[in-house]
């Protein structure tokens, strides 16, 4: 069986594939209302939020547009936090519709240091929002968010949070935290397949949407929360297979129960990291911020992480991910979020080993136990 590893999609379990399998009902008939107020309901739980959530269809990048378009005029002063290719992405979409963006950039492998958030904010007053990456799936780093939001909300500004490949994973408290927007995507965390993205949305932001003049259509909240108080409808026809697919995860997820996911998380970060530590590799990440949901690895000096994938999938059939923008090509990124144990990580260390010892024997027999 192949071993997909990468961060998002990931593997979904048999009960949430069995559930896409189910005839289309109409979309907007009593029985689909029912199941989408239910899977709204649930994803606020573990979101840990009492804001409004819209499901929209869409991958995460749409999540990040809509939450962009539906607080924000042309003009706006924006910060954009980047620790890599997501964070960039964020203050891309917010360029696009005509933002003024402040990128706030920090070394790759590095959390954002709220200190100098908090300098850029106090030099800077004109700045209305601040975009951040919790989880930068490119980098294999979480931010210190608790401490961000504390920042942040010292000089009252919106928080907009992309939290795509850390929610459902990781502890994201997103009311206590006092994220205004926070994100996530299907096929993440969640074991469901790709097409759909989470939005939650705060007071603070409903009143910046009331202000917010950027084009929006597909995307608009105000359309999305009128026709969610009709019974659990969508303003456009969503991904209803999808939708099943998510309510049958979410009842997989509360069986375990969220302090039991965030916990099996960290543990498998941790197993992740030794593992590969001693298979003599290094780290991208700063490891006290190192990801639980996704590691992003060195490979050994002379190794090309393309090849070392080619091998790995065509002879392990573990499949793994690459490096995205300035890291495409010189690191690789195994992803272990959402349908994961120990079983799977032991799989993917020992098959990392054999390939190493394959393509790079010397390095391979001098760090290898
Ligand atoms: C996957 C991911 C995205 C993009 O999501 P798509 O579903 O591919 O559009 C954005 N941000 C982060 C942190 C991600 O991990």
Same mark, same amino acid.
């Given at each position: ?94 360029? !696009? #519709?005509? /933002?003024?963006?402040?990128? %706030?950039?920090? @070394? ?9 958030? *908090? ?125 099943? !697919? #998510?309510? /049958?995860?979410?009842?997989? %997820?509360?069986? @375990? ?9 960290? *543990? ?102």
């Amino acid at each position: 069986m192949v071993e997909l590893r990468i961060p998002g999609p990931t593997p979904c379990p048999p009960e949430v594939l069995q559930a896409m399998t189910k005839q289309m009902i109409d979309h907007r008939g009593k029985e689909f209302g029912q199941i989408f107020t239910d899977v709204t309901d649930k994803l606020k739980q573990l979101f840990q939020t009492k804001n409004d959530l819209f499901i929209l269809t869409g991958s995460g990048t749409g999540g990040m547009e809509a939450a962009v378009v539906n607080t924000l005029s042309p003009g706006d002063r924006v910060l954009a936090v980047s620790i890599g290719a997501f964070g960039d992405r964020f203050a891309n979409i917010a360029k !696009a #519709f005509g /933002a003024d963006v402040v990128p %706030l950039q920090f @070394e790759l492998g590095k959390p954002a240091d709220p200190d100098v958030i *908090r300098r850029t904010l106090r030099e800077d007053a004109a700045i209305k929002a601040v975009l951040v990456t919790h989880n930068e799936t490119s980098t294999g780093v979480t931010n210190d968010l608790a401490a961000i939001s504390k920042v942040v909300k010292e000089f009252d500004k919106l928080l907009m949070v992309d939290a795509i490949s850390s929610l459902g994973s990781l502890d994201l408290p997103v009311d206590e935290w006092h994220c205004d927007v926070a994100i996530s995507g299907s096929q993440k965390g969640w074991m469901v397949p790709p097409g759909l993205t989470m939005v939650s949305f705060s007071q603070e932001a409903w009143r910046a949407h009331a202000q917010a003049k950027m084009p929006r259509f597909y995307w608009d909240f105000t359309q999305a929360k009128n026709f969610l108080a009709r019974g659990g409808q969508t303003p456009w026809t969503p991904a209803v297979a999808t939708v099943y !697919a #998510f309510s /049958a995860a979410l009842n997989i %997820l509360a069986e @375990e129960g969220l302090p039991n996911i965030v916990a099996r998380h960290a *543990r498998i970060g941790k197993k992740v990291r030794n593992g590969v530590k001693a298979l003599g590799l290094k780290l991208l990440a700063d490891e006290k911020y190192a990801s639980n949901t996704v590691t992003a690895v060195w490979p050994p000096e002379g190794v090309d992480p393309g090849n070392l994938r080619r091998v790995l999938r065509e002879k392990h059939q573990v499949v793994l991910a690459g490096g995205q923008g300035k890291l495409d090509g010189k690191i690789f990124r195994i992803g272990h979020l959402g349908w994961v144990d120990e079983a799977n990580i032991e799989r993917v260390l020992l098959c990392l080993k054999l390939t190493l010892e394959e393509i790079a024997p010397v390095k391979a027999q001098q760090t290898v136990k």
